[in-house]
Structures are given as C-alpha cells and as structure tokens.
Nanobody, 126 residues
Framework: QVQLVESGGGLVQAGGSLRLSCAASGRTFLTNTMGWFRQAPGKEREFVAAISWSGSVTYYSDSVKGRFTISRDNAKSTVYLQMNSLKPEDTADYYC???????????????????WGQGIQVTVSS
C-alpha cells in the first residue's frame, strides 16, 4: 500500500511561516491526488488544499487561500504545504492524504482519500 509521513510542524508566532512535507513510500503510483486536512481540538477535520498528479491543478479552502501553497515533487514522492501569514486559528493537527483517483471537486471531502498520514501538530501563538 502507501505510507505517508508528515514533517515540518512546530510552534510559530502569528505572521510567521512553516513548510510541511509529506513523504510517500510504498506503492507511490497510487498517490494520484494529494491533499492536506487539519483538525483543531474539539473540531471536525477540515479540508485545507489538494493537488493533482501533475501539480497543474490545485484547490484551497477559503480560509487559507492566498496564504498557503500546495506543491509536489513526484521524483521525491513528496507533497508540500507552504504556510505563510499564519494565524492562531491555523493551530491544528495537519494530515496528509492520498487519493488513488484523479483530482475532482470531491477532493475537499475526507472520505475521497484512501491513505492518511499520522498527522503533525502546528501551533500558532498570538
């Protein structure tokens, strides 16, 4: 199958930046669409961003559009989430996910994804 491992999380002050990475291993040809989700304490998991296999198509939630950028390097089997202008409300556990299917408008729903990472904590202090 596919294993996903996130890295790059941590504590940052409001207005700062972080870059999350998600390294895939195993049957990486199954990682067609890649996505990032997040879950804050006491809240449901929410969509952050998704990217097509080629990287030419990306989707973002309204809450991060213009501040976050998703990208991927298929040669390294890695997807990135560059997070700029961070706000305290961005504090959450961030999860990388992979979908065997091509990017579609369903990419914002968690049940579309077949594989998940273990999550990594991002804390933004005010």
């Amino acid at each position: 199958q596919v294993q996903l491992v996130e890295s790059g999380g941590g504590l940052v002050q409001a207005g700062g930046s972080l870059r999350l990475s998600c390294a895939a291993s195993g049957r990486t040809f199954l990682t067609n669409t890649m996505g990032w989700f997040r879950q804050a304490p006491g809240k449901e998991r929410e969509f952050v961003a998704a990217i097509s296999w080629s990287g030419s198509v990306t989707y973002y939630s309204d809450s991060v559009k213009g501040r976050f950028t998703i990208s991927r390097d298929n040669a390294k089997s890695t997807v990135y989430l560059q997070m700029n202008s961070l706000k305290p409300e961005d504090t959450a556990d961030y999860y990388c996910a992979a979908d065997r299917s091509s990017l579609s408008k369903g990419a914002s729903t968690s049940y579309e994804y077949d594989y998940w990472g273990q999550g990594i904590q991002v804390t933004v202090s005010s």
